[in-house]
């Protein structure tokens, strides 16, 4: 089945504590992207990659990282966490531009930090 | 002021009602439009996408653009019980490289 698949599904963790959250695609997606979704201000994008080794900031990057080392993965890194980065995150994927014709996405990953 | 601007409603109507779900931007830029419906505890799905102005029709769904008035919309024909989601709008300029701006959401509920 062609999906994205992003875990954990939920996680509960402490300010500062080093955490990723993977994603990845089995639909050999050249462009990939995370996004969190909070309460009134809908999806808002943090990173996005277009392809391999090619990545680049969105709209709100500050406290994450990401890298793009195979085609198929998209880890999202939380290097020091704070209680602001508590939200929900999906990865995306798609063949063309997302932008031009939508993303796939993954079922989300609840993070709370405490 | 955002960017985008969606009504978060709720929304509730009846099996069998005409939804109406409406979104407003500012930036002149845009020009390729999709709405997406998002289930509880799941990601997006997209449901439909435009490019520019004009309407596009699939099955019971409709979304129209009208760039003039900044202004798009999806209809939702004869809605059902399984329609209930939140629907959320997004756009983007030709040179986002991959950036949708969304919208916030309409959550709706259609009762039987």
């Known amino acids: 089945e062609a999906q994205v698949t992003q875990n954990p599904r939920y996680l509960i963790t402490v300010t500062g504590k080093k955490l990723t959250v993977t994603c990845s695609q089995n639909m050999n997606h050249e462009y990939m992207s995370w996004y969190r979704q909070d309460p009134g201000l809908g999806l808002r994008q943090i990173y996005y990659s277009m392809n391999v080794e090619v990545t680049d900031k969105g709209d709100v990057p500050e406290g994450y990282k990401v890298s793009r080392k195979e085609k198929r993965n998209f880890p999202l890194i939380l290097e020091s966490p704070s209680p602001n980065q508590t939200s929900l995150y999906f990865c995306?994927?798609?063949?063309?531009?997302?932008?031009?014709?939508?993303?796939?996405f993954g079922s989300g990953t609840r993070l709370t930090v405490v | 002021q955002k960017e985008v601007e969606q009504d978060p409603g709720p929304l509730s109507v009846p099996e069998g009602a005409i939804v109406s779900l409406n979104c407003t931007y500012s930036n002149s830029a845009f020009q390729y439009f999709m709405w997406y419906r998002q289930y509880s505890r799941k990601g997006p799905e997209l449901l439909m996408y435009?490019?520019?102005?004009g309407n596009k029709e699939d099955g019971r769904f409709t979304a129209q653009v009208d760039k003039s008035s900044k202004y798009i919309s999806l209809f939702i024909r004869d809605s059902q019980p399984s329609d209930s989601a939140t629907y959320l709008c997004?756009?983007?300029?030709?040179?986002?490289?991959?950036?949708?701006?969304f919208g916030q959401g309409t959550i709706l509920t259609v009762h039987p």
């Open positions: 435009t490019y520019s102005s």
């Open positions: 997004a756009m983007s300029e030709l040179s986002s490289y991959g950036k949708l701006t």
């Open positions: 995306a994927s798609s063949s063309i531009p997302g932008h031009l014709y939508g993303y796939t």
